[in-house]
């Protein structure tokens, strides 16, 4: 498994915005990930799926962060970021990156950065 870096968490006021960043810890892992995604974790809550992104551009998103988070990425690099606007408290969390083949039990992951948006 190949481990990544996640970057760009921090504590913000409610109509924030961020930028989430995550790339692969070795700049040797040329390999391309067929999905690239974000899953947050909330203080009591379960695990959840932000968005993600396919190879070939194919994108997800929750719900519940539809026209404000986008997420991008960059193939080359194995690169994946999450632009975050308008952040709301419930956006709150511990924020994950995540690769593999499977979009929804991706095998690779990162060991996570803090969101805080305060009211």
């Known amino acids: 498994q190949d481990q990544l870096v996640e970057s760009g968490g921090g504590s913000v006021q409610t109509g924030g915005s961020l930028r989430l960043s995550c790339a692969p810890s070795?700049?040797?892992?040329?390999?391309?990930?067929?999905?690239m995604g974000w899953f947050r974790e909330a203080p009591g809550k379960d695990r959840e799926k932000v968005a993600h992104?396919?190879?070939?551009?194919?994108?997800y998103y929750a719900d519940s962060v539809k026209g404000r988070f986008t997420i991008t990425r960059y193939n080359p690099n194995n690169t994946v970021s999450l632009r975050m606007v308008n952040l709301k408290p419930e956006d709150t969390g511990t924020y994950y990156c995540?690769?593999?083949?499977?979009?929804?039990?991706?095998?690779?992951w990162g060991q996570g950065t803090q969101v805080t948006v305060s009211s």
């Open positions: 992104m396919g190879r070939v551009g194919d994108t």
């Open positions: 995540a690769a593999g083949i499977n979009p929804w039990s991706m095998a690779n």
């Open positions: 070795r700049s040797s892992d040329r390999k391309s990930f067929t999905y």
